[in-house]
């Protein structure tokens, strides 16, 4: 690391939820103009941006620094926890903090706050870890502002036993109260018992103008009025980034004080591994391999299938082969891709939920494509009679995990989470973390509250931004968008005030929540990986990491979708039974039923999966689908991209034969024919570029990936299939 006068080991982000504002990408941006070669992220009792920032930092060439604001709780007064920095050194030392991390959000809750206990830390380990005293906040400066010296020196005594070589006394001039009295305090504690002192400034933003913006984001948080003279004032105006040359002028009279902080950001040394996949462990019997048994299995389920598919004989000879060839290159294709245990683990929760009352639905997304899936019980679709293509959900010239799309019935999708616990372990399974942000309205109201503005003019204000697509405009966009809004800024003060405060404050973490399907199944310990987080003190378990950012670390993410229409259709069938003494089999039902397709030609839908919105029934009644493959377009049409560009039109008046139809060359008919010539599906964007430009559908599934993509490419801008 190159020799620098100071480097920042306390920035409190927008992750901390409660008392941060700065932004990850503003802060390494910072640091690098700075010229600081490393900056530590050391969020409030949590790592919530850990991967984010380790990521972003390694690209721009700074040591990222990482740990964790936490409480430790007060023996003799529960109300006032300290406050100890733990910094991670080692690979051991991040596990260690997962592990210490996990616990606090496990144990009881001590008004609302997450706290490690000392015997925590002593059952886990810290010798991985760094520890810094917390100055104001830690015992030790608590005990140097009351006075009680031997009692500072006790405390600092048993951390330094706790953490050897690795425990700093803390130093802080931003502006607090008894100030120079604690740094001297401080400073002659750490020459009596021999131990670093490290000089640290607290960040909580970016600028000294953020101050009034993080105040009330404070408020937000605390639920307190800016203007209220009696709320806590924890905060002050210095407690932006400030740069080298500011530290240093700051502890001029400390100069160790600022070497050690350098020599604390040389001692921490992570490396996490990001990219790598880590699947926990399916048992198969005794001396069979994964691979071997995923064949085995897959067999055995497609003959079932073929039987169901082709009850005759003749005819299901007839057809044999294209399934077993097309399994045999899917089977090939998975176990080289290193995904067999994937498979049979996702196998065994959908069959072991079809077999204990748990309705699961026949398969969407990709996955539908997979005969090994159809086989395996994974899906219910054939995917050969829909031409769906394997190579859209797993493409060995693309390696990535796949990731089956799994609907439960909502009211028990909880009996399959609580199976798959039991099975690998509870402390191997938890669910994902979402983060809730400040979108422009909401952002309006929330600041527009603290200021103690009236409700009905925030209301006003929040419902002149636009919205597109179902998402409101940003502020900036949304004063373009909208003449009213810049013509009340620059008549009304407050309106103005308010928009400044707002603009600061926008798309920042609100609230914590949990993903609405991801379940994370590790190999082991959970906490080897991640730390965990519980809103309740163990009740619902989500990882600290988003889905996103376990990915990347190496969990797998499991996709339990919790599915309201498959509730109703279960209610029907028990009330069919009722009344009838009989239940329907509706895997046996025919996809001809005249009387169903009536159903949708009436736009009769209400409670149907996918066709139940206003806009969808005005398509159905318009397309007046008679046969299945009609309400698979319907599905593929029925988005921004088909229905501004006439595509609807096309295939409509095509199927009523109000339209010529036009394969373009004689080679695309077989592939097109069953969209009238509309190019509506991405397979068939593959198909094409197979057929025409003799791509292999390894490289044509990359080819559609691409003209997906929203990005621009040079000068030209990537078109986007929305089908």
């Not at 700074?62 to 100890?84: C, T, W």
């Not at 245990?341 to 065994?348: N, P």
């Not at 839908?605 to 309400?631: C, N, Y």
Request: aromatic share 8%.
């Amino acid at each position: 690391m190159p020799e620098t006068p100071f480097v920042h080991l306390r920035l409190h982000s927008e992750y901390s939820v409660t008392d941060g504002i700065v932004r990850l990408g503003d802060a390494l941006a910072r640091a690098g103009s700075y010229g600081m070669p490393a900056l530590a992220l050391t969020d409030l009792a949590n790592v919530f941006g850990l991967v984010k920032f380790y990521s972003a930092a390694r690209g721009k060439g700074i040591k990222p620094l990482l740990g964790s604001d936490v409480f430790i709780a007060n023996e003799s007064d529960p109300d006032r926890p300290y406050r100890l920095l733990l910094l991670v050194r080692s690979g051991q030392g991040y596990r260690q903090l997962c592990e210490l991390l996990s616990r606090a959000y496990l144990a009881p809750r001590v008004r609302g706050r997450a706290e490690l206990s000392r015997r925590m830390l002593h059952e886990v380990g810290v010798d991985g870890l760094i520890a810094l005293s917390g100055a104001a906040g830690g015992d030790v400066g608590e005990a140097l502002l009351q006075g009680r010296f031997e009692q500072a020196a006790l405390c600092a005594r048993r951390w330094q036993q706790l953490f050897p070589d690795a425990f700093y006394l803390e130093v802080q001039r931003y502006g607090q109260p008894q100030q120079e009295f604690l740094v001297t305090a401080t400073a002659d504690l750490a020459a009596e018992l021999e131990l670093p002192l490290v000089a640290t400034h607290p960040i909580q933003f970016l600028e000294r103008d953020d101050f009034k913006a993080h105040e009330a984001r404070v408020c937000i948080a605390e639920g307190y009025m800016l203007g209220d003279a009696r709320r806590p004032r924890l905060y002050t105006e210095e407690q932006y980034f400030k740069s080298s040359e500011e530290m240093v002028a700051l502890f001029a009279d400390l100069p160790e004080a600022l070497e050690n902080a350098v020599e604390i950001a040389k001692r921490c040394n992570l490396q996490i591994t990001l990219g790598k996949s880590y699947l926990p462990d399916f048992p198969t019997p005794e001396g069979v391999t994964l691979a071997d048994f995923l064949r085995q299995e897959a067999v055995a389920g497609l003959e079932v299938r073929l039987q169901q598919l082709f009850p005759d004989g003749a005819e299901r000879a007839a057809q044999r082969p294209a399934y077993d060839a097309r399994l045999q290159l899917e089977t090939d294709t998975v176990v080289q891709m290193g995904f067999p245990g994937y498979f049979l683990i996702v196998a065994d929760f959908i069959n072991w939920a079809r077999h204990n009352g748990c309705p699961v639905g026949p398969g969407r997304g990709s996955g539908a494509g997979s005969v090994v899936a159809y086989a395996l019980g994974i899906t219910d679709l054939d995917p050969l009679r829909y031409a769906l293509l394997f190579e859209r959900f797993l493409n060995p010239e693309r390696v990535s995990m796949p990731d089956f799309d799994i609907d439960f019935c909502q009211d028990n999708r909880w009996r399959v989470i609580e199976y798959v616990r039991e099975k690998y372990g509870a402390a191997a399974v938890s669910q994902i973390v979402t983060f809730g942000t400040m979108s422009s309205k909401a952002v309006i109201r929330d600041v527009g509250r603290v200021l103690d503005l009236p409700y009905t003019f925030c209301d006003q204000l929040s419902k002149l931004i636009p919205v597109e697509t179902n998402k409101p405009l940003s502020l900036a966009k949304s004063l373009l968008a909208e003449p009213q809004l810049q013509a009340r800024i620059d008549e009304e003060e407050e309106v103005r005030d308010l928009f400044d405060l707002a603009a600061r404050l926008e798309d920042l973490t609100r609230n914590v929540g949990m993903h609405a399907g991801g379940v994370l199944i590790a190999p082991g310990k959970l906490t080897d990986f991640c730390p965990i987080y519980s809103a309740d003190g163990g009740g619902s378990v989500v990882s600290q990491y988003d889905k996103d950012d376990v990915e990347k670390i190496g969990l797998v993410k499991f996709d339990f979708l919790g599915l309201r229409n498959l509730t109703i259709i279960e209610l029907a069938l028990k009330y069919v039974e009722q009344l009838s003494g009989e239940r329907p089999d509706l895997a046996s039902l025919s996809f001809d039923d005249p009387k169903t397709y009536q159903i949708l030609k009436d736009g009769n839908t209400t409670a149907i999966f996918q066709v139940e919105s206003e806009g969808m029934k005005k398509l159905v009644r318009k397309l007046a689908p008679d046969r299945f493959e009609d309400i698979i377009a319907v599905l593929a049409l029925y988005r921004p991209g088909p229905l501004g560009s006439g595509m609807v039109d096309d295939f409509i008046l095509r199927k009523k034969g109000q339209q010529k139809i036009d394969y373009f060359i004689d080679d695309l008919k077989t592939c097109l024919e069953p969209t009238y010539g509309v190019i509506v599906y991405q397979e068939q964007v593959m198909q094409i570029a197979q057929i025409i430009g003799g791509y292999t559908l390894g490289s044509a599934d990359l080819l559609r990936r691409a003209m997906g993509k929203k990005k621009s490419r040079g000068n030209g801008q990537a078109s986007r299939h929305d089908a």
